[in-house]
């Protein structure tokens, strides 16, 4: 019966230390250790805890800490936070800044407020190319390809086709566009005409303004001796000119010079004053006319045509040329010369 005992209790030890090994702590009621066979009177008071150690050791563990303490993170989680003032909203105010469409890009609105936040809207589709006609550059051969060319006429692009070969050749219609050079004081005004095909000529020109003088402005005043001097400008284009003023004579003294008439010119006496050089004509004559001579005899005249003569002046060597008309007469008698040796006087 004793040996009974001992094989049981030793299998409850090894119970209750590997018990113990897995909770991580010894048995805290034995005090024996573990080769030492406990006594027969201890064998027999304690049975039925050694039957069921488990149940002993739970509910005579004690607690470490009660339940009604609170842990630190409790603590910190329960604490009361300072309440933080309400950021008051933000209105925004808006400048706008327009982008026009091209012919590639669409065009748009942008909204920008003071605190940096933008967006984009009111959008605008592309315009798209506004093409003018096909230009031929070069035209193709039987072997060769052509090329033709058009541009747009809002932002100048240029665009390029190839012309296959063996194509028959279509003829170039110019399509010209007009520049106007406006005239100015002293240039003329004219239009430029310009195909895209590289094309250009000038036409409608226009004659220049000429200048549009203001008041004169005297810089220097004359005297009896001395001329002065004045000036105007240009109200277009600001260009200056400058003339003399007459001395201000206010006693001539004149020379005489004479100018005798001519055979075709009247004869006048010039008269300047030698203190201000100011001058006049008089004292007109008329023409004298010319002095000729006898009349020559060019050639004779004849069925077919009239004979011609001819007379000088003798004092400017004037040439007076006139026909001889042709009259039928006796072959035996000269023809009368006596029209050709008669003097003129003065015609």
């Known amino acids: 019966m004793k040996k009974t005992y001992q094989v049981i209790l030793s299998v409850l030890l090894a119970v209750l230390l590997l018990s113990g090994c897995v909770r991580g702590e010894a048995s805290q009621e034995s005090t024996a250790p573990v080769d030492t066979l406990p006594t027969e009177t201890q064998q027999m008071s304690q049975p039925h805890k050694q039957t069921d150690p488990t149940e002993t050791e739970e509910t005579t563990q004690p607690t470490t800490q009660p339940e009604t303490e609170p842990t630190q993170e409790q603590t910190e989680v329960t604490e009361p936070k300072p309440t933080e003032p309400k950021p008051t909203e933000h209105t925004h105010q808006y400048s706008k800044t327009v982008t026009p469409a091209t012919?590639?890009?669409?065009?748009?609105?942008?909204?920008?407020?003071?605190?940096?936040?933008?967006?984009?809207?009111?959008?605008?589709?592309?315009?798209?190319?506004?093409?003018?006609?096909?230009?031929?550059?070069?035209?193709?051969?039987?072997?060769?390809?052509?090329?033709?060319?058009?541009?747009?006429?809002?932002?100048?692009?240029?665009?390029?086709?190839?012309?296959?070969?063996?194509?028959?050749?279509?003829?170039?219609?110019h399509q010209y566009t007009a520049v106007v050079t406006e005239p100015t004081c002293t240039a003329e005004g004219y239009t430029t005409y310009t195909c895209p095909c590289g094309h250009s000529y000038v036409d409608d020109k226009v004659s220049a303004k000429g200048h549009t003088w203001g008041e004169w402005e005297t810089i220097q005043k004359p005297t009896e001796t001395e001329p002065g001097r004045k000036k105007h400008t240009c109200t277009v284009c600001g260009v200056t000119e400058e003339a003399d003023i007459p001395v201000q004579c206010n006693n001539h003294e004149y020379t005489q010079t004479v100018t005798p008439p001519t055979c075709t010119t009247g004869g006048f006496t010039t008269y300047t004053c030698k203190k201000c050089g100011y001058s006049y004509n008089g004292n007109d004559t008329v023409a004298t006319g010319h002095f000729y001579g006898d009349w020559h005899v060019d050639r004779d005249p004849t069925p077919q045509a009239p004979g011609l003569k001819h007379r000088n002046c003798t004092v400017c060597g004037y040439k007076d040329e006139q026909e001889i008309p042709y009259s039928p007469t006796d072959p035996s008698t000269p023809p009368s010369t006596e029209e050709t040796t008669k003097p003129t006087e003065s015609a």
């Not at 060769?144 to 006429?153: D, M, N």
């Open 103 to 173: 012919c590639t890009t669409d065009g748009f609105t942008t909204y920008t407020c003071q605190c940096g936040y933008s967006y984009n809207s009111n959008m605008v589709p592309a315009l798209g190319h506004s093409w003018l006609e096909w230009v031929t550059v070069k035209e193709p051969t039987a072997t060769e390809p052509g090329l033709k060319r058009r541009s747009c006429s809002v932002c100048g692009t240029v665009q390029e086709e190839t012309i296959e070969p063996g194509t028959e050749p279509t003829e170039h219609v």
